[in-house]
């Protein structure tokens, strides 16, 4: 009697959350006279502006002869207008419309000498045109705002533009945001399309994405969602056209087809009269006429084999509902039913008791479909394809007949009411909830409403839709061990353009002249903004008010990882078969999250981390559940046997993973023989290990001071009271952040170089080691790393991307780690084309020794690190771990503050100056992962002495 009466009362709560949530919340929606959608959410909670503008279009619409398209124009939606990132239209047009009109006289033409005629062709218009063309000046110009976070994605459905920038620059936002749309110039076409070619290549790489994708085209056969591949298909990007990429454009990019979404703190009756005069002036249109085409229907069980994985994987897949259907909330509760971040799902079970090997289990909601996805491994040994496929039956037959407990239901809805609330309660998370409200044509309501629409989900309801969309009628694709051969592009052979960034366009002299309110730069204040009660000799507190719901996050860190103890990767991973005596480990998980929380287990290097989320009013429950467990957990040796499979698997697909090697290869040289990755556990140590002797390893860990970190309504001296009654820790255990990993200097020039023909893009890592950590460092490092590595408008980005395309991925810059004492870092990092390898490096490696001097930028440098602090201010959930940073690294207030008061001061001589004593004279280290039968070696021999690894030399398999 008592059980249920437990469980009543949490549902009364849990009902009471679901009426009150985000009463805070106001959306202003309205259509401008053009058609125009506006989303307004104002919360003066906030020190910062989340904007976008979201079209409604993607990959679906590109013309079948042009996949990719809408993709392209994405990107070339960044290189200006007539007035735009141009110091003379009049003359750049001649030779634009060449390099549109050759385009289209490619993609006519099969004979390849033909081919290559056109194409120098091009490139010699591509040289003139950009001899007038700034095509990086809209960044430029959002960087001078403040503006961070520039970037763009397109789907299958819609393409969104989006940045954050502080409040009081919204209005040169929405004027150079409603600009880039009017009478918009593609310029520097020929090299953009060779950085769509590198994001294809990285796609290719990419085992997870190149299933899925053939997944998607086997089950939405003849319809866009299959056909039309978002990045394109190689045929079609090699003869792209301008002419339908302006006709997609003219269709699809019109008022009436556009929505702009803002949050964050600013008024919205100020706002109107600056949207209706900037994005008031879009054109509106008519729209092509569309037929949704519904996705072919499957008659029984349609299967088809293929050999594209390195182990078998089996993926299955039902067609449910498009986006707000009425069944949608109904699928979703389905999908968590079947798995969930707590791991209690139906099918969560089947690798919980070693049935499976590993499951993943996703829905799809799209605007013409949905599909309800579960990829399977069946075990290595002894288990057929078709016998997973059995298993995922039985456990989806259950929800078709009742065979799960209404408490199990309840525990879903609670952590789906939990993981919307942690959505909306960002400014990011929210403005993509609203785009795809306006996607679909709804409202804020709609989205609003979700949370009652969860509650409203019934047993009954589930087995309804249970049997109606995951029935007999099923598409399976079964991959057994195989390696196909990937399309490789070649390297182009045009020369790279050459652009003067210095001048200004006649939009950027007008942009310049708007006026703005004044800065309100917001810092980290230690005393004010973070409550710190000291729970032990070396143990904290550290706790944040959450201003916007009720869910509260707290996350125990033991002051002992993996760079003490590498085997506590190998436990955390064990804790989600973990429990406390009596109770198992899928009951203790399912309890917890009745309760409203879930608890996840992680091993970082510095910290054994257990974190907690969920509804507050039970957290003292909570707390008294996770410490019956941390005192006694429970594994039984089956379950580290199930890791182990588990472990093999990952194991095997790791290898196309270019970024994991070429982080391998500079630790095996910058920490010996203590490199993580050279010291993770073997395969051999997880197969003949005990749980008994990992359990050692918790012992411990709990022998350690602990950081707690916690956001929440609660105080933090009632919080520190409940710690200290609910948790048996040991608060005076000493802490031991001390013993951590510390890097070697480099010394002189090293080329390290580990093959594998298979990749399509190499992996290349610079790496040079510098001074440790000094306050005076910190301003002179952040103008740097703005100069340097400051996304497109950065010197590494333009010279290596931009200019040549070289590669899709660049970054780079100086960096301390977090101690005081130890030495600071400076990297560079590219994705490149295996072919471009050799010109990248050289590119790069000049770049690094003898840095440009392009002094005329340095005021856009300090306007954008003067700016962007309010935009970059932390949210309130990570506000308590950035302090912990901070003081980690001995520092007493936010070094922005002091940062701030230097700026002015310093002129690029200093910016110099910084570079010249920490980069510029220090050896490197070089480091290429990938395709070598396409790099000089003798080549890299003029940077440094050059070393062949073989794998084991820097990751244990």
């Known amino acids: 009697m008592k059980n249920n009466y437990d469980f009543l009362l949490l549902l009364v709560i849990f009902l009471i959350f679901f009426t009150t949530a985000n009463a805070q919340l106001k959306v202003i929606q309205y259509q401008l006279d053009n058609g125009l959608t506006v989303m307004l959410n104002p919360d003066p909670k906030q020190s910062k502006i989340a904007a976008s503008v979201a079209v409604n279009t993607g990959s679906k619409n590109d013309p079948s002869d042009a996949t990719g398209i809408s993709h392209y124009l994405e990107h070339l939606l960044f290189k200006g207008t007539t007035t735009l990132g141009t110091i003379d239209y009049e003359k750049e047009k001649f030779h634009l419309d060449s390099v549109y009109y050759y385009y289209d006289q490619l993609g006519k033409t099969e004979d390849e000498e033909k081919r290559e005629k056109i194409q120098a062709t091009i490139n010699t218009h591509s040289l003139a045109a950009s001899k007038y063309a700034m095509p990086n000046e809209f960044d430029k110009l959002l960087k001078s705002i403040g503006s961070t976070g520039i970037n763009a994605t397109t789907s299958n459905d819609l393409t969104i533009y989006f940045n954050t920038i502080p409040t009081h620059q919204i209005n040169k936002w929405l004027d150079i945001y409603a600009h880039r749309f009017m009478e918009p110039v593609f310029r520097s076409f020929q090299s953009e399309l060779e950085v769509v070619y590198e994001e294809k290549n990285r796609a290719m790489d990419n085992l997870q994405r190149r299933v899925l994708i053939a997944f998607d085209q086997a089950f939405y056969k003849g319809h866009p969602y299959g056909e039309n591949l978002t990045l394109g298909t190689v045929e079609h990007l090699k003869n792209p056209s301008l002419t339908k990429m302006y006709q997609y454009f003219e269709d699809y990019y019109v008022a009436n087809n556009m929505a702009l979404i803002i949050a964050g703190d600013f008024d919205a009756e100020d706002l109107r009269p600056m949207i209706e005069k900037t994005f008031g002036q879009l054109k509106s249109g008519e729209l092509p006429a569309k037929e949704i085409k519904a996705p072919r229907a499957f008659i029984g069980r349609e299967l088809i084999k293929n050999r594209i994985t390195p182990i078998k994987v089996g993926i299955m897949g039902w067609h449910t509902v498009p986006s707000f259907h009425k069944d949608q909330t109904g699928m979703e509760v389905i999908s968590y039913l079947l798995q969930n971040e707590s791991r209690t799902g139906l099918l969560d079970e089947l690798k919980q008791k070693n049935k499976l090997m590993e499951i993943f289990s996703f829905g799809e909601i799209k605007d013409e479909a949905g599909n309800q996805q579960v990829v399977f491994i069946p075990k290595i040994i002894g288990q057929s394809l078709k016998k997973g496929e059995r298993l995922v039956l039985e456990q989806i037959k259950r929800l078709k007949t009742g065979d799960f407990s209404e408490e199990f239901l309840q525990s879903v809805k609670n952590e789906m009411y939990k993981d919307f609330q942690r959505q909306v309660e960002n400014l990011e998370g929210r403005g993509y909830l609203l785009s795809n409200a306006f996607r679909k044509g709804k409202t804020w309501e709609d989205i609003a409403s979700y949370p009652s629409k969860i509650k409203?989900?019934?047993?009954?309801?589930?087995?309804?839709?249970?049997?109606?969309?995951?029935?007999?009628?099923?598409?399976?694709?079964?991959?057994?061990?195989?390696?196909?051969?990937?399309?490789?592009?070649?390297?182009?052979?045009?020369?790279?353009?050459?652009?003067?960034?210095?001048?200004?366009?006649?939009?950027?002299?007008?942009?310049?002249?708007?006026?703005?309110?004044?800065?309100?730069?917001?810092?980290?204040?230690?005393?004010?903004?973070?409550?710190?009660?000291?729970?032990?000799?070396?143990?904290?507190?550290?706790?944040?008010?959450?201003?916007?719901?009720?869910?509260?996050?707290?996350?125990?860190?033991?002051?002992?990882?993996?760079?003490?103890?590498?085997?506590?990767?190998?436990?955390?991973?064990?804790?989600?078969?973990?429990?406390?005596?009596?109770?198992?480990?899928?009951?203790?998980?399912?309890?917890?999250?009745?309760?409203?929380?879930?608890?996840?287990?992680?091993?970082?290097?510095?910290?054994?981390?257990?974190?907690?989320?969920?509804?507050?009013?039970?957290?003292?429950?909570?707390?008294?559940?996770?410490?019956?467990?941390?005192?006694?957990?429970?594994?039984?040796?089956?379950?580290?046997?199930?890791?182990?499979?588990?472990?093999?698997?990952?194991?095997?697909?790791?290898?196309?993973?270019?970024?994991?090697?070429?982080?391998?290869?500079?630790?095996?040289?910058?920490?010996?023989?203590?490199?993580?990755?050279?010291?993770?556990?073997?395969?051999?140590?997880?197969?003949?290990?005990?749980?008994?002797?990992?359990?050692?390893?918790?012992?411990?860990?709990?022998?350690?001071?602990?950081?707690?970190?916690?956001?929440?309504?609660?105080?933090?001296?009632?919080?520190?009271?409940?710690?200290?009654?609910?948790?048996?820790?040991?608060?005076?255990?000493?802490?031991?952040?001390?013993?951590?990993?510390?890097?070697?200097?480099?010394?002189?020039?090293?080329?390290?170089?580990?093959?594998?023909?298979?990749?399509?893009?190499?992996?290349?890592?610079?790496?040079?080691?510098?001074?440790?950590?000094?306050?005076?460092?910190?301003?002179?490092?952040?103008?740097?790393?703005?100069?340097?590595?400051?996304?497109?408008?950065?010197?590494?980005?333009?010279?290596?991307?931009?200019?040549?395309?070289?590669?899709?991925?660049?970054?780079?810059?100086?960096?301390?780690?977090?101690?005081?004492?130890?030495?600071?870092?400076?990297?560079?990092?590219?994705?490149?084309?295996?072919?471009?390898?050799?010109?990248?490096?050289?590119?790069?490696?000049?770049?690094?020794?003898?840095?440009?001097?392009?002094?005329?930028?340095?005021?856009?440098?300090?306007?954008?690190?003067?700016?962007?602090?309010?935009?970059?201010?932390?949210?309130?959930?990570?506000?308590?771990?950035?302090?912990?940073?901070?003081?980690?690294?001995?520092?007493?207030?936010?070094?922005?503050?002091?940062?701030?008061?230097?700026?002015?001061?310093?002129?690029?001589?200093?910016?110099?100056?910084?570079?010249?004593?920490?980069?510029?004279?220090?050896?490197?280290?070089?480091?290429?992962?990938?395709?070598?039968?396409?790099?000089?070696?003798?080549?890299?021999?003029?940077?440094?002495?050059?070393?062949?690894?073989?794998?084991?030399?820097?990751?244990?398999?």
Request: charged share 25%; aromatic share 10%; glycine share 6%.
């Open 456 to 957: 409203a989900v019934t047993k009954k309801k589930i087995m309804e839709l249970a049997t109606a969309y995951l029935g007999d009628n099923y598409f399976v694709m079964q991959s057994r061990t195989g390696f196909p051969k990937k399309q490789k592009l070649d390297k182009p052979k045009f020369k790279p353009v050459t652009v003067d960034q210095s001048q200004e366009s006649e939009y950027a002299k007008m942009f310049n002249t708007i006026p703005t309110d004044e800065i309100k730069n917001k810092f980290i204040d230690f005393q004010n903004d973070v409550a710190i009660v000291s729970l032990g000799k070396e143990s904290r507190l550290y706790a944040v008010n959450n201003p916007i719901n009720d869910i509260y996050s707290l996350q125990i860190r033991f002051h002992r990882g993996t760079s003490i103890d590498p085997q506590l990767e190998l436990l955390a991973e064990l804790f989600d078969y973990a429990h406390p005596k009596g109770q198992s480990a899928n009951a203790f998980r399912e309890e917890l999250s009745l309760l409203g929380s879930l608890l996840n287990v992680e091993a970082g290097g510095s910290y054994f981390t257990l974190s907690l989320s969920g509804l507050e009013d039970n957290l003292a429950t909570v707390l008294e559940k996770l410490n019956g467990f941390i005192q006694a957990p429970i594994i039984e040796d089956d379950k580290l046997k199930i890791l182990a499979n588990t472990y093999k698997t990952n194991r095997k697909v790791e290898k196309e993973d270019g970024l994991l090697h070429g982080r391998a290869m500079v630790q095996s040289r910058l920490y010996g023989e203590k490199a993580p990755l050279l010291n993770r556990p073997s395969l051999k140590s997880i197969k003949n290990g005990s749980a008994d002797q990992l359990m050692e390893g918790f012992s411990a860990v709990k022998n350690t001071a602990v950081s707690i970190h916690f956001t929440g309504k609660s105080s933090a001296d009632d919080l520190s009271n409940l710690l200290k009654k609910q948790l048996s820790l040991n608060w005076d255990a000493p802490s031991q952040l001390d013993q951590h990993l510390t890097m070697l200097p480099i010394e002189k020039n090293e080329v390290i170089l580990l093959n594998n023909k298979n990749m399509v893009q190499n992996t290349v890592f610079f790496i040079r080691t510098a001074s440790p950590f000094e306050l005076p460092h910190y301003p002179r490092m952040q103008l740097f790393n703005t100069y340097y590595g400051g996304g497109f408008s950065g010197l590494l980005t333009q010279e290596i991307r931009e200019y040549r395309s070289l590669a899709y991925a660049s970054s780079g810059g100086y960096d301390f780690t977090g101690y005081p004492e130890t030495i600071n870092y400076f990297y560079t990092v590219l994705g490149c084309q295996a072919d471009k390898t050799d010109e990248a490096v050289a590119v790069a490696y000049e770049l690094i020794q003898n840095m440009p001097d392009k002094r005329k930028r340095m005021e856009m440098v300090k306007n954008n690190l003067k700016l962007k602090q309010q935009s970059t201010y932390p949210d309130f959930r990570d506000l308590s771990s950035v302090v912990e940073a901070y003081m980690i690294k001995g520092l007493k207030e936010d070094p922005n503050r002091y940062a701030q008061a230097q700026y002015d001061q310093l002129d690029f001589d200093d910016l110099l100056s910084f570079y010249q004593k920490e980069i510029q004279n220090r050896p490197t280290l070089l480091a290429i992962y990938g395709d070598l039968s396409k790099v000089d070696k003798a080549a890299l021999e003029k940077i440094g002495p050059v070393k062949e690894l073989e794998r084991k030399d820097v990751i244990v398999p």
